[in-house]
């Protein structure tokens, strides 16, 4: 775990940045696993911050649903229920299309040609991986991310950004390194921006709910297949 310097030598806003945004990649890329219960001392002495800071991360992680936090348990990672997992897909469907829809029209023609190159950037790092994963990261480098931004939408990003977006993105870079979908997945994106491109909404909602829909149906033929093996060994 990386180590950070002590929160008395600098502000305490910039390392509680830090310390968040190190912790919520750690969750996401399943570094510190779903469920699993967060030492306050542990975490605090590995970054070599004070408790005061690592708490005011904590709190951040969870208002984005990353952990919980009881006063009788203390702060676990958050663990989605199969069912609780694809009914954040299905909410995901819904209104990553309405946002897509919303950036057929609001987004400028440097953004989406911006997507474009982002995503000849993405067929590289895939080619690179043999195909074997397609792991976006946060924010910009994020295709999801950019059209939703590009919505202008402040309530969908909210909704979205406040806990959805980072929820979707723990389950996709997990699932990743086990899917088929790397290239599927990059051309879906392609078509995606070519209906921005023409400034079809209609097209724009269609693509993108058939996107995320077709990530569903992997997480539920996943889980089938799992039970069914459970099943026969058992």
Avoid: W
């Avoid at 469920?35 to 969870?62: Q, V």
């Avoid at 723990?170 to 990743?176: G, L, P």
């Avoid at 051309?187 to 909404?201: F, Q, S, T």
């Amino acid at each position: 775990m990386p180590s950070l310097p002590n929160d008395t030598t600098q502000g305490a806003a910039p390392l509680t940045d830090r310390v968040f945004e190190l912790l919520q990649d750690a969750i996401i890329k399943g570094d510190i696993p779903a469920g699993s219960k967060i030492s306050e001392p542990e975490l605090a002495r590995n970054y070599g911050i004070s408790r005061g800071t690592l708490r005011e991360a904590l709190s951040r992680l969870e208002e984005r649903h990353l952990i919980l936090r009881s006063p009788n348990h203390g702060a676990r990672v958050i663990s989605l229920s199969y069912e609780e997992l694809i009914e954040t897909y299905q909410v995901r469907e819904a209104l990553g299309g309405l946002g897509c829809a919303l950036a057929a029209q609001n987004m400028t023609d440097e953004e989406i040609a911006g997507l474009r190159n982002l995503l000849r950037e993405h067929e590289k790092s895939i080619a690179e991986d043999e195909g074997l994963s397609y792991y976006q990261q946060e924010g910009e480098l994020d295709f999801h991310y950019r059209i939703l931004q590009g919505s202008r939408n402040k309530k969908l990003l909210a909704i979205l950004d406040g806990g959805l977006y980072q929820l979707i993105r723990m389950y996709r870079y997990q699932f990743s390194a086990a899917s088929p979908r790397p290239y599927l997945a990059l051309k879906e994106h392609h078509r995606i921006v070519d209906a921005l491109e023409e400034r079809d909404g209609e097209l724009a909602d269609l693509l993108m709910r058939r996107h995320i829909r077709t990530a569903r149906l992997s997480v539920e033929e996943r889980h089938r297949n799992a039970t069914e093996q459970v099943g026969r060994n058992g």
